[in-house]
């Protein structure tokens, strides 16, 4: 299968620095990945569509400036949290599509547990 | 905007029993994929079985099943002959362009 690797796996920063999260497709193109976030006991929620190329669009109440994401290759998107906060500790998941192929499955990375002290 | 309902917070099975698991999702949509996700301690995220939904036929991998009622929108996954090792989060997942997550039900199987 598919294979998506996500880096770092964990990460422990201080409060007002920036952190850099990589997700990239092994084997595969991916036009498309996806940032989720995930709380403990809590579900994945969708933070950010990641588009190769163009802007990501965010979902409603995510603020842009404050998850900056990159997409700039076929193969990497990239989640940089600014100026980070207690409150953005969590578990972070990217996940990619392969290209061209709109409703099926996505590959997850293996997730970031940020801890921001 | 595409809802996803699972509506079990925790279930238990017995080992080597059957258990159902629940999903409904809510989508204007006709052309849609639909997911069960099992995620372990890991927190890896790993797809059990998918449901494309213009196919009317149940999809089946091995001990894994579900139930699909597209009128109903409705999607339960059903483990049988249950194994320790299928003791994790299962989240039922609806996608078109983007994959949208329920809440998740955290399954215990009992030796």
């Known amino acids: 299968g598919a294979v998506v690797s996500q880096h770092p796996s964990r990460v422990i920063c201080k409060s007002g620095t920036s952190v850099k999260i990589e997700c990239r497709s092994l084997?595969?193109?991916?036009?498309?990945m996806f940032w989720y976030r995930q709380f403990p006991k809590q579900s994945l929620m969708l933070m950010a569509t990641?588009?190769?190329?163009?802007?990501?669009?965010?979902e409603q109440g995510v603020e842009k400036d404050k998850f900056l994401i990159n997409h700039a290759s076929l193969t990497l998107s990239t989640l940089t949290v600014t100026s980070a906060h207690p409150e953005d500790s969590s578990f972070y998941i990217c996940?990619?599509?392969?290209?061209?192929?709109?409703?099926?499955?996505?590959?997850f990375g293996q997730g970031t547990r940020l801890t921001v002290v | 905007a595409q809802t996803v309902t699972q509506s079990q917070p925790e279930m238990s099975v017995q080992e080597a029993e059957t258990v159902t698991l629940s999903c409904t999702y809510d989508?204007?949509?006709?052309?849609?994929?639909l997911f069960w996700y099992k995620q372990p301690p890991s927190r890896q995220m790993i797809l059990v079985i998918r449901?494309?939904?213009?196919?009317?036929q149940n999809a089946t991998e091995n001990r894994f099943s579900v139930n699909f009622q597209k009128a109903a929108k409705s999607f339960s996954l059903k483990i049988s002959d249950s194994q320790l090792g299928d003791a994790a989060m299962y989240f039922c997942?609806?996608?078109?362009?983007?994959?949208?997550f329920g809440a998740g039900t955290r399954l215990t199987v009992k030796p």
């Open positions: 996940s990619a599509r392969v290209s061209g192929r709109r409703n099926t499955e996505a590959f």
């Open positions: 084997d595969f193109q991916a036009t498309t």
């Open positions: 990641s588009n190769e190329g163009s802007k990501a669009t965010y």
């Open positions: 989508t204007s949509e006709s052309d849609y994929y």
């Open positions: 449901q494309e939904a213009y196919k009317q």
């Open positions: 997942a609806y996608n078109n362009n983007d994959m949208r």
